[in-house]
């Protein structure tokens, strides 16, 4: 606990090289990952919601879908705000995938099931071939992974 408590990154998983620092938030002197501050306290709160309101299995599908696309323009698009924004709505379009697995008629698991786990599994790529791209760019991809462990001047 007490290297917790004097570690000044938390919750970081991006490469700690600056090359990320707009992907990190500091919060009480400590760095941490923006995306997992926002998406899955916004995915737990919604998970509670839906099971107080219990939507439909057709609602709970159909609103992840729309949020989820509505959150692809986090890659045509830029800024801070903006990025916390689609991350939000990234987690309630999770919390509503997670619902309407669970209350997903017996019959369409097969579809459904396959469905979201396509999704996210491409989702995932993109985003790492994006962050995969930075790292190409940078002058100290050759020592890549040990210069994300090396403190250098931020780049960018």
């Known amino acids: 606990m007490d290297e917790l408590r004097n570690e000044p990154i938390l919750l970081a998983h991006h490469p700690l090289c600056g090359r990320f620092d707009d992907h990190l938030l500091t919060i009480r002197g400590r760095k941490v990952c923006r995306g997992c501050v926002t998406v899955y306290p916004t995915f737990l709160v919604m998970l509670v919601l839906l099971f107080v309101g219990r939507p439909t299995f057709e609602a709970a599908f159909f609103a992840s879908l729309l949020q989820f696309s509505f959150q692809l323009l986090r890659f045509v698009t830029s800024g801070r705000g903006l990025s916390i924004i689609f991350n939000m709505v990234l987690g309630s379009s999770l919390a ?49 992974p040990r210069c994300a462990r090396e403190p250098t001047r931020s780049e960018d």
């Open 96 to 144: 509503m995938a997670t619902y309407s697995a669970i209350v997903c008629p017996p019959d369409l698991r097969i579809y459904v099931y396959p469905f979201i786990i396509t999704v996210i599994v491409v989702f995932e790529y993109l985003k790492g071939r994006r962050m995969l791209k930075r790292c190409k760019e940078c002058p100290s991809y050759a020592s890549y």
